[in-house]
Nanobody, 123 residues
Framework: QVQLDESGGGSVQAGGSLRLSCAASGPPSSNYGMGWFRQAPGKEREFVSA????????FYADSVKGRFAIARDSAKNTVYLQMNSLKSEDTAVYYC????????????????WGQGTQVTVSS
């Protein structure tokens, strides 16, 4: 069983920055993918970014490429999402997700989810 504990959401003006954290407890190996998804009101949950635990390779949605950065601290089983140059369209609930094996851009491929953290960007 893997548990995910998110933190770091909040409100910020357009152009500002926030950093999200996701601490995973219980993963038995480094062969995993951890991702961030977001869901705005009335919209489907969408892929934002992910990282493969073993290789450290990172992946981004086109909408956040160049503005967001994902990183991991293997010793702490924690993944971070640094969000810079935030825009109003980034406003959503952000969810951390975990799956065994390589990352995926599809939400249904993830077995474990965090509770979600609200990010609000005002223009």
């Amino acid at each position: 069983q893997v548990q995910l504990d998110e933190s770091g959401g909040g409100s910020v003006q357009a152009g500002g920055s926030l950093r999200l954290s996701c601490a995973a407890s219980g993963p038995p190996s480094s062969n995993y993918g951890m991702g961030w998804f977001r869901q705005a009101p009335g919209k489907e949950r969408e892929f934002v970014s992910a990282i493969n635990g073993r290789s450290g390779n990172t992946f981004y949605a086109d909408s956040v490429k160049g503005r967001f950065a994902i990183a991991r601290d293997s010793a702490k089983n924690t993944v971070y999402l640094q969000m810079n140059s935030l825009k109003s369209e980034d406003t959503a609930v952000y969810y951390c997700a975990f799956r065994f094996g390589l990352y995926s851009r599809a939400a249904h491929d993830y077995n474990y989810w965090g509770q979600g953290t609200q990010v609000t960007v005002s223009s």
